[in-house]
Every structure is written in C-alpha cells, then in structure tokens.
C-alpha cells in the first residue's frame, strides 16, 4: 500500500515567521511532488511542484525534496494570515498515479 | 478560460435514497477525476477516466457507485442506494494530461453530500 504521509497538525506560527510542513512516501519510484492548499470550504489548488532533488523557490514557498530520504517538504516565509489553510501534499508514484496525503492544517496568527 | 464546474453544491438525502452530481471538465482536458474527501482527510479517487475510458476505479464501491463520461467530456456520479459514511464532499478535477505527469489538477467546487 502506498502511501503519504503528513502532520496532521494544526501548526500554529507566528504571522512574519517561516512555516515548515512535512510529507514522507513510502514508494521509491515516486518521480513528481506537490503541494495543494485548500482554504476551508473550497478545493484544493496546487501551489508548487517538484521533481528533483534540491530546493525550488516560488516567492515565499520553496519547496524540498529529498528523494533518498522519502521526504519532501513546503516552507513558508514571511507567513501571512491569508496563508491558513489547509496544505496537502501529493506523490506521482512509480506509476504516474497521484497518492495524496492527509493534509496539515495550518494557522497563522496575528 | 471556464474553470471546472460541477452541481449541484449541497444534496441532503436520507439514507437508501440515490443522488447523482454532474461534472463538466475545463474545455480540452482528457483526463476527469472524481474524488471523495471526507472532512479532515484528503481526497480519495473515485475513479479516472481517459477521455471515455476508465484508467482506474480500484477504489470506486461498485456495489453502489457508479459514474460515467460520455463523448470524453461530461460526467455524471451516482449513489445508490446512499448510506451514511457517503456523506462527503465529492470533487471533480480535471487535467490536460494524466495527473501523475504533472500533477496539475484543476478542482471543481465540490458537491457537499449529507445522508441523514
């Protein structure tokens, strides 16, 4: 069974501070990363991709992944209220299908 | 460009009734999607289609769920009979390719589904 796996949270951080939300998979021929937020009430929108080892930044996301390690993460700086939401990662496994997380739920406060 | 629409966006039903949610896909997406997402949990799939085929539907209770894509473009979903842990929000998403190559899905509003 494969599997993503995230906290489900909710991470409270300070607004201005960098937020960091984690997600592990289980398959080792996952080739393509992402990160949806879904603000409560709506659907999920996807906000990064990542395919590659390393960092990739886009404003004030970057996101990491390492793939020896199974762990591909979202930082967010300078957090704002409108970042609360809830963050969803997803994993294009070793046969391009999509494996979501749980999702972490995250507060920014004022 | 129209994103992807769906309705309708709250059905209350009682329980053994039936329902059925409609999905039209972002003009030229091959690929439809139709998810469950259950509140605090992420999205469970349905069943995808490639264009009118059925690429997946492991996890699609046959029993009681059904859907289909005509002419590779409309979608419709249907519950019957409805029971209680069907009570879920069901999204509809779409994408040019299959997601896994990208991963870009693009969401409908949902349908809220509540079965009393």
């Known amino acids: 069974q494969k599997e993503v796996e995230q906290n489900s949270g909710p991470l409270s951080v300070p607004e201005g501070a960098i937020a960091s939300l984690n997600c592990t998979y289980s398959?080792?021929?996952?080739?393509?990363f992402f990160w949806y937020r879904q603000y409560s009430g709506k659907s999920p929108e996807l906000i990064m991709s990542?395919?590659s080892n390393g960092d990739k930044e886009d404003g004030r996301f970057t996101a990491q992944l390492n793939k020896a390690s199974q762990y591909v993460s979202l930082l967010i700086r300078d957090s704002q209220p409108s970042d609360s939401a809830t963050y969803l990662c997803?994993?294009?496994?070793?046969?391009?299908?999509?494996?979501w997380g749980a999702g972490t739920k995250l507060i920014i406060k004022p | 460009e129209a994103g992807v629409a769906q309705s309708p966006r709250y059905k209350i039903i009682e329980k053994r009734q039936s329902v059925a949610f409609w999905c039209n896909p972002i003009?030229?997406?091959?690929?439809l999607y139709w998810y469950q997402q259950i509140l605090g949990q992420g999205p469970k799939l349905l069943i995808q289609?490639?264009?009118?085929?059925?690429?997946?539907d492991s996890q699609l209770p046959k029993d009681r769920f059904s859907a289909e894509r005509l002419k590779g473009v409309d979608s419709t979903l249907k519950i019957q009979p409805a029971k209680l842990e069907d009570s879920a929000v069901y999204l509809c998403?779409?994408?040019?390719?299959?997601?896994?190559?990208?991963?870009?899905?693009?969401f409908g509003e949902g349908s809220r589904l509540t079965v009393l």
């Open positions: 998403a779409s994408s040019h390719h299959g997601g896994g190559y990208t991963g870009e899905l693009f």
């Open positions: 003009s030229g997406h091959a690929t």
């Open positions: 289609f490639q264009n009118n085929g059925v690429v997946d």
């Open positions: 398959d080792r021929g996952s080739q393509s």
């Open positions: 990542i395919y």
């Open positions: 997803a994993v294009s496994d070793s046969n391009y299908q999509l494996i």
